[in-house]
């Protein structure tokens, strides 16, 4: 971004945070927040860390010691579920759809915290339910105008190009109106023109639903022109932490990055 | 006769329908997932609302507002609004880079834009400041302009607000004003797409719009019931036609795609009746679904192929009424259960009435697989300068290598080197600013040179053999239409695109671009590794599979002794594709010869002068309008011709 952007409120906060399997320590000692309505970013070579930060936060994984705070409520144990009734949704690095749905139907799925009536209304399309999920399917609708993916809209995802079947993944988390968005590297493996087009729709996810964004990503063009900050990490340490034109400059960084001589 | 046959312009008609055809639909999008509907008095209220509105910005009669964008309802009311305050509306080619349309937004001294998106904002912004007489810039969809803090770029919307406080006070303005409108006044500037020189920007009146629109809904039987989709970029005269200036007069319903990605599933659903596309479309459908049977099980092969061979034998003869035995009626029906019926379902043409195709001629073979279907596809041949139609085939007569007879109130006749020429009350006013090229295209008894050369065949059809200025001769003087040899090429489904030498020369040679989506298929089958067009094109069995396709062509020309002596000799496969964004093809696909002549004269020679390799550079441009260079090695292969004899043993 050419123009730092200012933010008043945290969102979530990361205090002293250390995460080991076993011996292997994971994350040690991670402490950074992240503002409401900005592009964070979360960057670090190869096991680094940086999936396993991203699986803290949204409660798939629980640290031995330090405390997550989001909304300025402090937890130390929490299950995935429960971060996505509080806002969280995230994507995965390698795409997790339902491969024989269509589109329209693996966005749906992202609307089922949404979904208030039971079970036998719905299994008969019956009564309050029938008002809801037309409901529901305006919200899908236009999250696939929002991605401007209407063309495949009833194609099975399975079918789908890599870098479309990515978008869709988006949407399914979009579906959910989070605050947070969590994204796993969102660029991973797509070509220049895909990579464009997904910084498009990051930026403008920002920008016009005001969704806050969490990413983690290799490439490093795409990290210092999106993100508004950005977070280091190399073995499970925290390097840096700060703009992207601060984080670019700092030793440390390009040390771990290019590596040392010794 | 109704009322609205005695109406002379758009907008009076348009004030006509609102009261009798009020409640009729006049218009559809997909929005959502959704079709929404508006009918003629929904329309009309949103033009009049805008309308009012940039009458109140101070758009006055005669000043020229620009349209930028894809087929949506509200750039259609824009242009309607625009005539209806005395406007004149210029639609323009939506994908045009900027530096192309700022000629246009500056040749035509528009004063306001009305554009579909951000994207055409941000270009029209930088157009701008090269066209300081551009002023205001109204755009359709809001997506992402919340952060354009400019005064002078507002919203659809906040224009039509504007308009209803005008009308607030002066509620007759708006019919007061649509009154004053003339047949004679101009109604609508389209640009050309330039094949030659700059783009001219036609002035075509209401009289040559309305009449012209008003004999097509004529000969054709067009009623208010027919649906059509209007998919075809709103610059071309095609699109105006159908899809504004018929829709007015006969009264029926004009449907927009969600997006131009999604037209055949929305062909799918509206179901047109009414339907145009240029060659290139049916093509690109034939090979997909070509390629789609390839894949399906032997058995579906099989029946497909059996009633397609029963289709080509006995649809054609049923489309056009000819003497049909109750068998083969038994067994056409059979195939229409089985075959035709789910096939033309799945190409959107189940209720297709009329399907016009024009600009290029199109493949016989592609010609007869659509009407063995029973789809009733005709060619017409057209201009911009004449309101498009100057000949059209009647339902009984229809030929794949003629393009018919002239249409109501034309007249045509032959110069003596062969150009056509028309007069019709659809022959435009004047090119804008260009009083030279209006006198050497426009003769004092109204008489238009087409620039293509053509004759009449022994029943009255007009054959077009080329442009008039491309036929030129060889070195011994032989006649050499490069335009003729391309199409016979571009039938084959492999050859995409393909420009011939030969004037001045003793002898033909090409060009050719491959299809990449059929080559690429071919390919795989044959288990030949590609990564990239380049790559593909310069494969060895690649141009043995070209060869081969030439060869048939020099076998077929043996069959005229006029054009036997234009045989390819030698040919090379292009390293790229050749592109409308790199100045090689015009917006609607037409092959640049001059401009290609000279980027690629290194080439040319090599053809001529015996090499078989050749290296070139060619700077190339991509869609974000950066540039980058390709370079390749070409291969360059020697072709079989034939003689007379000969020619007649192979065939």
């Known amino acids: ?262 | 006769m109704t009322a609205i046959d005695s109406l002379d312009t758009f907008p009076k008609i348009l004030l006509e329908r609102s009261k009798s055809s009020a409640k009729k639909p006049a218009m559809r999008e997909k929005d959502l997932g959704i079709w929404q509907t508006w009918t003629w008095q929904e329309a009309f209220q949103e033009i009049k609302a805008f309308a009012c509105g940039l009458s109140a910005m101070g758009l006055s009669p005669g000043d020229k507002l620009i349209i930028v964008g894809d087929n949506r309802p509200r750039l259609y009311w824009a242009m309607s609004a625009t005539q209806c305050v005395g406007g004149i509306p210029v639609p323009t080619y939506q994908d045009a880079v900027a530096q192309e349309m700022a000629y246009v937004v500056d040749h035509s001294d528009a004063i306001v834009a009305v554009v579909e998106d951000q994207e055409q904002v941000d270009k029209l912004l930088e157009i701008q400041q090269s066209c300081p007489q551009l002023k205001t810039i109204i755009y359709d969809d809001a997506r992402g302009m919340d952060d354009y803090d400019l005064p002078h770029v507002m919203s659809f919307e906040s224009v039509q607000e504007k308009g209803r406080e005008l009308l607030s006070q002066n509620a007759d303005f708006f019919e007061t004003t649509i009154d004053q409108g003339k047949g004679a006044d101009e109604a609508i500037m389209l640009y050309t797409s330039g094949t030659t020189g700059k783009p001219k920007g036609v002035m075509l009146t209401y009289d040559n719009m309305v009449i012209t629109a008003r004999n097509g809904c004529k000969l054709e039987n067009l009623t208010e019931n027919e649906e059509t989709l209007a998919y075809l970029p709103m610059a071309w005269v095609g699109d105006h036609l159908f899809s504004y200036a018929q829709s007015y007069i006969a009264g029926f319903c004009v449907s927009c795609p969600e997006s131009p990605a999604t037209v055949p599933h929305d062909l799918r659903e509206i179901g047109p009746t009414y339907y145009f596309a240029p060659p290139r479309v049916f093509e690109n459908l034939l090979t997909s679904v070509t390629i789609r049977m390839q894949d399906a099980a032997p058995v579906k092969q099989k029946v497909f192929k059996y009633f397609m061979d029963v289709a080509k034998n006995i649809g054609v003869r049923i489309l056009e009424d000819k003497p049909v035995s109750l068998k083969e009626r038994l067994l056409y029906k059979l195939g229409d259960i089985l075959v035709y019926g789910p096939l033309k379902n799945t190409l959107g043409m189940s209720r297709v009435r009329i399907a016009y195709t024009a600009g290029e001629a199109i493949g016989p073979e592609i010609f007869e697989f659509y009407r063995s279907l029973g789809i009733n596809i005709k060619q017409i041949y057209g201009q911009t300068e004449a309101s498009i139609f100057v000949t059209v085939q009647p339902d009984d007569q229809v030929r794949s290598d003629t393009v018919g007879i002239a249409a109501p109130d034309v007249e045509i006749t032959i110069a003596d080197n062969g150009e056509v020429l028309y007069r019709s009350p659809g022959v435009f006013k004047s090119y804008y600013k260009n009083e030279e090229s209006t006198k050497s295209t426009k003769n004092d008894e109204g008489w238009v040179y087409t620039g293509d050369a053509g004759f009449f065949t022994d029943d009255g059809h007009l054959r077009i053999i080329d442009r008039a200025k491309d036929v030129g001769k060889f070195s011994n003087g032989k006649l050499f239409a490069p335009k003729y040899i391309e199409n016979k090429l571009k039938f084959f489904p492999h050859i995409r695109e393909a420009v011939c030498f030969g004037n001045s020369r003793d002898t033909c040679t090409a060009f050719i671009n491959i299809d990449m989506e059929a080559v690429g298929v071919w390919a795989e089958k044959q288990n030949i590794p590609y990564a990239s067009y380049q790559e593909l094109a310069a494969k060895e069995q690649v141009y043995q599979l070209v060869q081969d396709s030439i060869e048939q062509v020099n076998r077929d020309l043996t069959d005229d002794s006029m054009l036997s002596h234009s045989q390819i000799f030698r040919f090379l496969i292009l390293h790229k594709e050749l592109d409308a964004d790199d100045g090689e093809l015009t917006r609607t696909r037409k092959v640049r010869r001059p401009f290609i002549a000279e980027r690629y004269g290194v080439l040319i020679d090599a053809l001529y002068d015996g090499k078989s390799q050749c290296f070139i550079e060619t700077e190339v441009s991509f869609e974000d309008g950066r540039t980058g260079a390709i370079s390749a090695d070409l291969h360059i292969q020697d072709v079989k011709t034939y003689s007379l004899e000969e020619g007649k043993t192979a065939a």
């Open chain 1, 1 to 262: 971004m050419s123009t730092t952007r200012n933010f008043s409120d945290v969102l979530l906060k990361v205090d002293n945070v250390h995460l080991s399997f076993g011996g292997v320590k994971a994350l040690t000692n991670v402490n950074f927040n992240i503002m409401k309505g900005e592009i964070r970013a979360i960057i670090g070579p190869n096991g680094a860390g940086k999936s396993s930060m991203l699986n803290v936060i949204n409660g798939f994984y629980h640290p031995q010691q330090g405390t997550i705070t989001y909304k300025g409520v402090a937890r130390s144990q929490m299950k995935p579920h429960q971060a996505a009734v509080q806002g969280i949704a995230r994507t995965f690095q390698n795409i997790a759809l339902f491969k024989g749905m269509s589109t329209l139907d693996n966005i749906m799925t992202g609307r089922l915290l949404k979904m208030k009536s039971g079970l036998l209304s719905q299994a008969f399309y019956w009564g309050k339910y029938e008002k809801e999920e037309t409901q529901h399917r305006h919200k899908v609708e236009e999250i696939i105008d929002f991605l401007e993916i209407q063309s495949i809209r009833k194609t099975p995802v399975g079918r789908l190009p890599y870098g479309l079947q990515k978008r869709v993944e988006l949407g399914r988390a979009l579906a959910a109106e989070p605050e947070l968005l969590l994204l796993d590297e969102p660029m991973a493996g797509m070509n220049v023109e895909e990579k464009e087009d997904m910084s498009r729709f990051i930026i403008e996810t920002n920008d016009q639903l005001g969704t806050t964004i969490a990413l983690i990503e290799h490439d490093m063009g795409v990290v210092m022109d999106l993100s508004d900050r950005v977070v280091v990490l190399d073995y499970g340490r925290q390097l840096a932490d700060g703009t992207p034109d601060a984080v670019r400059g700092n030793q440390a960084v390009i040390d771990a990055y290019l590596g040392v001589t010794e």
